[in-house]
């Protein structure tokens, strides 16, 4: 099988498993963010072309992508794999929804319009970043930024949430799961709706499964 062969059936196996994802629930962040720098951080366009035969197979289809940098090391981007890695939380969003960190907003994007979805906070740390994504992007009146730590930070007395969503990190091994991951959840959970009151309460971090396992991202 020639490599052109090989690429032409890799894009079509990725793009099977893209549409039984629901990865068409995702806006297209090209078309909504403008490249912008502020510090150490800087938001940019980028561009996977039908040649590049790697990207194919990690699953990342040609197109036009935007990607936020911190001090030139890619924080989040909006590649079918973050777009797949992050599905069964959009998917299971509902409620009052605590998502810990902006990225670039692709998941609010794609949550806030839910019926099932009351409200949405979100914690970032870094207001470079709620500069630069949230000014550009047309987020309803369900959502709340709060530029804090949210390894610190904690809701006012008498609040809960029926989703918390932690997806802060850069990079996923046992360390970032045993170590970030595990306390984060832990110190969350005491925010959540009991099960008595919502059984189908949602508490997970980006990728653990795969950070706890050692399992490749795709």
Sequence with gaps: ???RS??????????????QDNIEMYSKMADLLEDREIGDWKLEKFVIDNDNFMAKIQGIMPGTYVRLLYKG???MSDTDMEKRTNMDFCLNAHGDVLIGGLGIGMIILAIQDKPEVNSITVVEK?????????????FNENVNIVCAD?????????????????DIWNYINKGV????????KRKYSRFLRNKKENPNRYNKCWAEDQARTGRRLV
């Design 73 to 75: 090391e890619c924080v």
């Design 150 to 166: 949210v390894f610190e930070w904690k809701p006012e007395r008498g609040i809960k949430y029926d989703v918390s969503y932690m």
């Design 1 to 3: 099988m020639t490599e």
């Design 177 to 184: 799961y045993e170590k970030e991951m595990k306390p984060l």
């Design 126 to 138: 870094n207001q470079e970043v709620i500069d630069m994504i949230a000014t550009q992007l047309n």
């Design 6 to 19: 090989t690429t032409e059936l890799l894009s079509a196996m990725w793009q099977s498993l893209n549409k």
